[in-house]
């Protein structure tokens, strides 16, 4: 019995090491996929604007409607 015993703390603090192995490595790639969508999120404002703009260049170049006759 004893035996089992010991046996079963070995494997405990086994899974115990793995346990806080893994929570660092979630911890990790949280960060990164926080990092990552906030990156994300910027590029999609830019590129809102880079669109509006191209926009607004377009509408600047188009001849006023009934002046091109």
């Known amino acids: ?9 070995e494997k405990f603090a086994h899974l115990e090491r793995y346990v806080e192995e893994l929570d660092g490595v979630v911890k990790e790639v949280y960060g ?8 994300l999120s910027r590029l999609g404002e830019a590129t809102q604007q880079q669109l509006a703009e191209l926009d607004r260049r377009a509408e600047d170049k188009e001849p006023p409607h009934g002046d091109s006759e």
Request: glycine share 0%; net charge negative; aromatic share 0%.
């Open 1 to 9: 019995m004893e035996e089992r015993i010991v046996n079963l703390e």
């Open 32 to 39: 990164r996929l926080m990092a990552l969508s906030e990156e």
